[in-house]
């Protein structure tokens, strides 16, 4: 079986379930405010001066995101007056 790539309409579907299914995640031990959409910001804030990593490395990076990584994204970026 041969390997595609993305498209890149496919990979922003992987990648909102993914987030999707961490906010779920987040809801169910009480952070239930938690969007996709911010999951997806804190994640890919890393990527600004590196650029993009492969499929593996962001799905990895989404999956393994710890409820107090996300805490500290939110609240620096709430002191600098960035919202989400």
Known sequence: MEERA????????WIETLCESKAEEFHLVGYEH????QIWECVSNKYHKHGQPALHQIVNDI?????????NFMTLNAFRGTHF
């Open 63 to 71: 999956l393994s995101l710890k409820v107090t990584a996300f805490m």
């Open 34 to 37: 938690v969007t996709a959409e």
């Open 6 to 13: 993305l498209t890149e309409e496919e990979l922003q579907g």
